[in-house]
């Protein structure tokens, strides 16, 4: 087997592609790489590789043999030129703004982002001379009346966290190309790539949040950037080699490699369960209002059929008596984990409003569609028959239906 042939299937080029066994003694999993620095064999060679001008390695904060091997899977599982790897999917988002970003420069971004995302661009980078400007990128002429020369990036989930909104990327990419140099970038979390291909669609750098359904097993907090190799050079120089230095430790790379292996399998099973519990959940008495777009009443259901190959395995919903049910819901649950996170075996469940989006004050929350009630779940990998069991509990014991 060529190990990176691209003819091969996604999830037969999750476990083989970018290693090279025979250079490892046939080692069936790659070696850990235990060094944080790389004898160089000459003063000149040491000089050529921080110039650039000649591969190899140089410090583990820059890059590492085994983070390298994750970067080049990746790379070839997103159908990019090349990857960057970082200690988080925070590290992977201030590395790529902190790099592309200077005072006077303006980032157009969606309304609903990760409340982390959301405290970074709207709170601080103003604090810094850069311009944030919101909207709601299922809308793009709202998207338009925003963009202008000083413009420099576009940034937005899709699937959003918490509430679900899908964004069009070919649109949006089509739109900002045509009116801007602006550069956009989609961070694609709640799909890996096994469900979303963004670059595909005409985006310029995918985000991802490896700590989630890519790594898959809840062990690991780990980022990554996918994209041009020109831009992914200059990040891996500037971002994270100088301004950030959220570099990931090499095994953390060894264990994101590994969860890999099963991202196939894993991610069919996840939207099978989430599938069957979604449509459930939405006939139930209890439920008000349930956000997943395998649903036909999403509202953009035939969006999700367009660009994504399954509707992911993240369920949002509303109970009837909101905030104050929610909270009760959760609290009742005993397979579900309360737990920020996602994407992990086991099934998790939170209070955005309380939690994962606390970092928005309530007001803003309002602004940018994120409701006080709403219960975020993750579904994980048990039988969904037990799942469904422990939210039928849960449901009847708070509303004694
Ligand atoms: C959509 C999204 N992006 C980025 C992040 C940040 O990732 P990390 O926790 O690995 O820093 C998260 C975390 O929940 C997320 O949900």
């Given at each position: 087997?060529?190990?990176?042939?691209?003819?091969?299937?996604?999830?037969?080029?999750?476990?083989?592609?970018?290693?090279?066994?025979?250079?490892?003694?046939?080692?069936?999993?790659?070696?850990?790489?235990?060094?944080?620095?790389?004898?160089?064999?000459?003063?000149?060679?040491?000089?050529?590789?921080f110039a650039g001008t000649e591969p190899g390695m140089i410090y583990s904060?820059?890059?590492?043999?085994?983070?390298?091997?994750?970067?080049?899977?990746?790379?070839?599982?997103?159908?990019?030129?090349?990857?960057?790897?970082?200690?988080?999917?925070?590290?992977?988002?201030?590395?790529?703004?902190w790099t592309l970003l200077r005072p006077g420069d303006e980032l157009l971004?969606?309304?609903?982002?990760?409340?982390?995302?959301?405290?970074?661009?709207?709170?601080?980078?103003?604090?810094?001379?850069?311009?944030?400007?919101?909207?709601?990128?299922?809308?793009?002429?709202?998207?338009?009346?925003?963009?202008?020369?000083?413009?420099?990036?576009?940034?937005?989930?899709?699937?959003?966290?918490?509430?679900m909104r899908l964004a069009d990327i070919k649109a949006v990419a089509t739109?900002?190309?045509?009116?801007?140099?602006?550069?956009?970038?989609?961070?694609?979390?709640?799909?890996?790539?096994?469900?979303?291909?963004?670059?595909?669609?005409?985006?310029?750098?995918?985000?991802?949040?490896?700590?989630?359904?890519?790594?898959?097993?809840?062990?690991?907090?780990?980022?990554?950037?996918?994209?041009?190799?020109?831009?992914?050079?200059?990040?891996?120089?500037?971002?994270?080699?100088?301004?950030?230095?959220?570099?990931?430790?090499?095994?953390?790379?060894?264990?994101?490699?590994?969860?890999?292996?099963?991202?196939?399998?894993?991610?069919?099973?996840?939207?099978?369960?989430?599938?069957?519990?979604?449509?459930?959940?939405?006939?139930?008495?209890?439920?008000?209002?349930?956000?997943?777009?395998?649903?036909?009443?999403?509202?953009?259901?035939?969006?999700?059929?367009?660009?994504?190959?399954?509707?992911?395995?993240?369920?949002?919903?509303?109970?009837?008596?909101?905030?104050?049910?929610?909270?009760?819901?959760?609290?009742?649950?005993?397979?579900?984990?309360?737990?920020?996170?996602?994407?992990?075996?086991?099934?998790?469940?939170?209070?955005?409003?309380?939690?994962?989006?606390?970092?928005?004050?309530?007001?803003?929350?309002?602004?940018?569609?994120?409701?006080?009630?709403?219960?975020?779940?993750?579904?994980?990998?048990?039988?969904?028959?037990?799942?469904?069991?422990?939210?039928?509990?849960?449901?009847?014991?708070?509303?004694?239906?």
């Amino acid at each position: 087997m060529t190990p990176t042939a691209t003819t091969y299937d996604f999830s037969t080029r999750a476990i083989h592609s970018a290693y090279d066994r025979q250079a490892h003694q046939g080692a069936l999993n790659p070696p850990v790489f235990w060094s944080s620095t790389f004898a160089f064999e000459s003063a000149a060679q040491g000089a050529a590789r921080f110039a650039g001008t000649e591969p190899g390695m140089i410090y583990s904060r820059v890059t590492n043999p085994t983070v390298q091997m994750l970067e080049a899977r990746l790379a070839e599982l997103e159908g990019a030129q090349a990857a960057l790897a970082f200690g988080s999917g925070m590290g992977a988002i201030t590395s790529l703004i902190w790099t592309l970003l200077r005072p006077g420069d303006e980032l157009l971004v969606d309304l609903t982002l990760y409340g982390c995302t959301h405290s970074l661009v709207n709170h601080f980078l103003p604090q810094f001379g850069i311009v944030t400007r919101a909207v709601d990128f299922t809308q793009p002429h709202e998207l338009l009346s925003q963009l202008n020369h000083k413009t420099r990036l576009v940034l937005f989930e899709t699937p959003a966290n918490p509430n679900m909104r899908l964004a069009d990327i070919k649109a949006v990419a089509t739109l900002v190309h045509s009116h801007s140099s602006a550069l956009v970038a989609v961070d694609s979390t709640y799909c890996s790539p096994y469900l979303q291909q963004p670059l595909t669609l005409g985006a310029d750098v995918v985000i991802h949040s490896l700590t989630k359904y890519i790594n898959g097993h809840g062990d690991v907090i780990a980022g990554a950037l996918l994209g041009s190799a020109e831009l992914m050079q200059q990040v891996r120089m500037q971002g994270l080699k100088e301004l950030t230095g959220a570099c990931l430790s090499p095994m953390d790379a060894y264990l994101v490699l590994r969860g890999m292996k099963t991202l196939a399998v894993r991610m069919e099973r996840h939207c099978q369960s989430a599938q069957w519990i979604a449509e459930r959940l939405a006939v139930h008495p209890a439920v008000a209002q349930v956000y997943y777009p395998g649903l036909p009443s999403h509202p953009q259901h035939s969006l999700c059929q367009q660009q994504m190959k399954l509707p992911g395995a993240m369920i949002a919903f509303e109970l009837q008596g909101g905030v104050d049910e929610g909270i009760r819901f959760i609290d009742a649950l005993k397979l579900f984990t309360c737990a920020v996170s996602l994407g992990d075996a086991e099934s998790l469940a939170q209070h955005p409003a309380s939690m994962t989006h606390s970092t928005y004050a309530p007001e803003e929350r309002a602004q940018h569609l994120i409701t006080e009630g709403l219960v975020r779940l993750s579904i994980g990998l048990e039988s969904a028959d037990d799942l469904w069991c422990d939210l039928q509990q849960a449901l009847k014991r708070q509303h004694r239906l």
